[in-house]
């Protein structure tokens, strides 16, 4: 098995901010609100003429630029997103062509909030199995072109952007540590946007081109399995929940992500998210928070890392890391 390691970061978000004050003046809800049963303040939207695609270019230029680092010898390109530019051509081929990567993979990857954390995974196996050398992960969605804005359950939450990381091999590396992945289709009427099919699990769904989310019940599913998933990675690792210098959840909402840390009696302080400046971006959330973390010189080289991703579906997908970053050349453009 060939060692793999993450030797590049890079993120985007759009300019224009939606915050918890301009809402008030969209829909029946107030700043204080939002805030005490999300802890979101603000949020970024892309231009009507911005689409995935694009965050996705300017996520991997930032990673260029910040190292240094060459992509026109990417062999795999994997992006995680609920929202491509269309059904197809994929996203990654927009990038491949975009970015003038000559022969590649390119591959998108449907699995929601949870989606970077799988194709994280999905590398790794592509350069342990000795096929692959350099794959750039990407994580990126426009939620706001598909939210409703007319509902105030939803409208709050979502929020664009993109990460990207360049994962590449390093026979020396033991960098990727323990996952653990899973899915539970029962639930898969609580988070969805309807396609060609209208009815799932027999339940006729909305029939409308936005997002439909039933908060409460996805609340309910994550905080009774996440502390699970999270316990069978660290025994599998054989790592006790000390050993782990910072967890990353999904940043759907603070109010989630609170009794998951408290099942695991593992302190806030150590938990990262991105939801307070850019709100829900489904598969950018982890890269996003953790770059914030590298960028406030929080996260260090040397330190293990643990992400868990969860959403529609009901999918997830828990990744523990040791983090080994390339040296950083250039300062990272300001979010």
Same mark, same amino acid.
């Given at each position: 098995?060939?060692?793999?390691?993450?030797?590049?970061?890079?993120?985007?978000?759009?300019?224009?901010?939606?915050?918890?004050? !301009?809402?008030?003046?969209?829909? !029946?809800?107030?700043?204080?609100?939002?805030?005490?049963?999300?802890?979101?303040?603000?949020?970024?939207?892309?231009?009507?003429?911005?689409?995935?695609?694009?965050?996705?270019?300017?996520?991997?230029?930032?990673?260029?630029?910040?190292? +240094?680092?060459?992509?026109?010898?990417?062999?795999?390109?994997?992006?995680?997103?609920? @929202?491509?530019?269309?059904?197809?051509?994929?996203?990654?081929?927009?990038?491949?062509?975009?970015?003038?990567?000559?022969?590649?993979?390119?591959?998108?990857?449907?699995?929601?909030?949870?989606?970077?954390?799988?194709?994280?995974?999905?590398?790794?196996?592509?350069?342990?199995?000795?096929?692959?050398?350099?794959?750039?992960?990407?994580?990126?969605?426009?939620?706001?072109?598909?939210?409703?804005?007319?509902?105030?359950? @939803?409208?709050?939450?979502?929020?664009?952007?993109?990460?990207?990381?360049?994962?590449?091999?390093?026979?020396?590396?033991?960098?990727?540590?323990?996952?653990?992945?899973?899915?539970?289709?029962?639930?898969?009427?609580?988070?969805?946007?309807?396609?060609?099919?209208?009815?799932? +699990?027999?339940?006729?769904?909305?029939?409308?081109?936005?997002?439909?989310?039933?908060?409460?019940?996805?609340?309910?599913?994550?905080?009774?399995?996440?502390?699970?998933?999270?316990?069978?990675?660290?025994?599998?690792?054989?790592?006790?929940?000390?050993?782990?210098?910072?967890?990353?959840?999904?940043?759907? +909402?603070?109010?989630?992500?609170?009794?998951?840390?408290?099942?695991?009696?593992?302190?806030?302080?150590? @938990?990262?998210?991105s939801l307070v400046k850019f709100g829900n971006t489904s598969a950018?959330?982890?890269?996003?928070?953790?770059?914030?973390?590298?960028?406030?010189?929080?996260?260090? +080289?040397?330190?293990?890392?643990?992400?868990?991703?969860f959403g529609s579906g009901l999918v997830y997908a828990g990744q523990l890391v040791e983090l080994n970053l390339d040296e950083?050349?250039?300062?990272?453009?300001?979010?």
């Amino acid at each position: 098995m060939k060692g793999a390691r993450i030797t590049a970061i890079g993120t985007y978000v759009p300019e224009k901010k939606l915050t918890n004050f !301009e809402l008030e003046q969209m829909v !029946e809800t107030n700043n204080e609100w939002i805030t005490q049963r999300t802890g979101i303040h603000e949020r970024r939207i892309s231009r009507p003429d911005e689409f995935t695609s694009d965050l996705c270019v300017s996520a991997v230029r930032d990673l260029m630029q910040r190292y +240094n680092k060459n992509v026109e010898d990417v062999d795999m390109i994997l992006v995680a997103t609920s @929202t491509p530019d269309f059904p197809f051509p994929s996203v990654s081929s927009i990038i491949q062509d975009r970015l003038n990567i000559s022969q590649t993979g390119a591959v998108d990857l449907s699995a929601a909030c949870a989606g970077f954390v799988y194709a994280l995974h999905t590398a790794h196996t592509y350069i342990a199995s000795g096929l692959h050398k350099k794959i750039l992960v990407i994580g990126a969605d426009t939620l706001s072109k598909i939210t409703d804005y007319t509902d105030r359950s @939803t409208c709050i939450l979502f929020g664009d952007g993109a990460g990207a990381v360049l994962v590449e091999k390093d026979e020396q590396s033991k960098d990727f540590i323990g996952f653990d992945l899973g899915s539970d289709g029962k639930g898969a009427q609580h988070v969805y946007r309807p396609g060609l099919s209208k009815k799932v +699990n027999g339940i006729e769904l909305i029939d409308t081109q936005y997002l439909v989310q039933s908060g409460r019940e996805v609340f309910r599913w994550v905080v009774r399995n996440i502390p699970d998933s999270i316990k069978r990675i660290l025994g599998n690792a054989q790592i006790g929940l000390d050993e782990v210098d910072w967890f990353i959840p999904h940043s759907a +909402n603070l109010r989630m992500i609170e009794p998951i840390c408290e099942k695991l009696e593992y302190p806030m302080k150590k @938990t990262l998210y991105s939801l307070v400046k850019f709100g829900n971006t489904s598969a950018a959330t982890i890269p996003l928070a953790l770059d914030f973390g590298i960028r406030e010189g929080k996260v260090k +080289n040397g330190e293990r890392v643990l992400m868990h991703g969860f959403g529609s579906g009901l999918v997830y997908a828990g990744q523990l890391v040791e983090l080994n970053l390339d040296e950083q050349i250039n300062s990272p453009t300001p979010l």
